[in-house]
């Protein structure tokens, strides 16, 4: 199948799977007379279990290592053990990151009960305050915390667009 039907079939854009390629995630298709890239079901079985490996928001390193292991089937997964085992450790200092950004975010909520003049908004006021404090650093942004868009992330591991 050609590039286009790959993308149609995995739900992927085009340019998500060149990506991928560049990575060395999915090996370089084979090229037709004409050199449009040419794809096989193994190919595409591939491409499924990287972008469900993105869903669990495993960066491109973390991947690479999975396949290797897929790729060498008699080896032992106990570093495949070890390796989810550090993800799920990002992903719980991760959701300490969002409960810590909530209770700051409920805080300056509380700080405008009612509409008025934006100058005497105690949202925009609280945040130009805490802003403007000598040596205080300024609060991280907790990634993948928002819908995607085609703007890439910049995460552990950049995200391309459509990823």
């Not at 279990?49 to 008699?74: Q, S, V």
């Not at 070890?82 to 909520?109: F, P, S, W, Y």
């Not at 100058?119 to 404090?133: F, K, M, P, V």
């Amino acid at each position: 199948m050609k590039i286009g039907e790959l993308a149609t079939l995995a739900h992927t854009p085009v340019e998500t799977i060149r990506y991928y390629e560049r990575e060395g995630l999915l090996p370089e298709a084979a090229r037709t007379g004409s050199n449009y890239r040419i794809y096989d079901e193994a190919q595409a079985t591939r491409l499924s279990f990287i972008r469900h490996c993105r869903g669990l928001d495993m960066t491109l390193d973390e991947i690479r290592t999975l396949l290797r292991f897929k790729d060498a089937p008699t080896r032992s997964c106990g570093d495949v053990n070890a390796l989810l085992d550090a993800h799920i450790g990002h992903v719980a200092a991760r959701i300490r990151e969002l409960r810590q950004l909530e209770k700051q975010l409920k805080n300056l909520r509380e700080q405008c009960h009612e509409a008025q003049d934006a100058a005497h908004c105690g949202i925009l006021n609280g945040l130009t305050d805490i802003a403007s404090r000598p040596g205080r650093p300024h609060a991280g942004h907790v990634h993948g915390t928002h819908v995607r868009t085609a703007t890439p992330q910049a995460t552990r591991t950049p995200r391309k667009p459509g990823d």
